[in-house]
């Protein structure tokens, strides 16, 4: 992994760099994961939170992608998301705060939209202002 930057354009090649490093069929899986989330929030900054590529908004960590031995994991940085979704999640592992999918499936679009929306959700009740 390259070394990190304290500049904010750089996250999207940190980014990058970590995707491009996975071998297939992560990288393309987690790509067009990215590609879904930025649908979704297309002003966020890409950087690299907790050694995978985040996704800010404000200020804030909204989402998180990362490749794992046998799966891949989107990440809300928050158990809280999860609670009250549930109906969304069947069929997927999850931790308190990742929720697991394979490596060659990418989690659609739509699934996406929820847990971002949760989250924003999440980030309202603790203070946080949408753009």
Avoid at 30 to 47: D, F, S
Avoid at 79 to 91: K, Q
Avoid at 99 to 116: N, T, Y
Wanted: proline fraction near 7%; include cysteine.
């Amino acid at each position: 992994m390259p070394k990190l930057s304290n500049d904010p354009g750089a996250g999207v090649a940190e980014v990058d760099a970590y995707i491009q490093a996975l071998p297939e069929p992560k990288r393309s899986t987690l790509e067009e994961v990215r590609r879904r989330i930025l649908a979704v929030i297309p002003n966020a900054t890409q950087k690299i939170s907790y050694g995978m590529p985040g996704f800010v908004v404000n200020g804030k960590v909204v989402a998180g992608i990362a490749a794992f031995k046998n799966h891949c994991a989107f990440l809300p940085h928050s158990g809280r998301v999860f609670v009250g979704i549930e109906r969304h999640l069947e069929g997927f592992t999850r931790t308190m705060s990742s929720l697991h999918f394979r490596v060659d499936e990418p989690l659609s679009q739509e699934l996406i939209a929820v847990l971002i929306e949760e989250k924003m959700q999440v980030l309202e009740v603790d203070g946080w202002t949408r753009p």
